[in-house]
């Protein structure tokens, strides 16, 4: 069974830092390009970070040079380094296979919080 648990998120004022956490299951996770998925109110969820079976990461131009996502194949483990979050960073972020479609398989997500 495909499992997809988030975790890490929180409230944080402009400027601070957080770090999400993905634990996967069920499938071959070493094989797979990975990637982060964000989802503000009323905006459709669109991917922010991915990263290849080999490691190569890609981000989108909002959050490049803020963000760092890495990969532990051992654990079966995806991450997401958030630093000097922004208020247009809040959303639920969801982890998932980087071509995932809406009827895949998702977790319940993060949710994060970017207020003064």
């Known amino acids: 069974q495909v499992q997809f648990a988030e975790s890490g998120g929180g409230s944080v004022q402009p400027g601070g830092s957080l770090r999400l956490s993905c634990s996967t299951s069920g499938i071959p996770f070493k094989d797979y390009a990975m990637g982060w998925f964000r989802q503000a109110p009323g905006i459709a969820r669109d991917w922010i970070a991915t990263?290849?079976?080999?490691?190569?990461?890609n981000y989108q131009d909002s959050v490049r040079g803020r963000f760092t996502i890495s990969r532990d194949d051992a654990k079966n483990m995806l991450y997401l380094q958030m630093n000097d979050l922004a208020v247009q960073d809040s959303g639920t972020y969801y982890c998932?296979?980087?071509?995932?479609?809406?009827?895949?398989?998702w977790g319940k997500g993060t949710l994060v919080t970017v207020s003064s």
């Open positions: 998932n296979r980087r071509y995932a479609r809406d009827r895949d398989t």
């Open positions: 990263i290849t079976s080999g490691g190569s990461p």
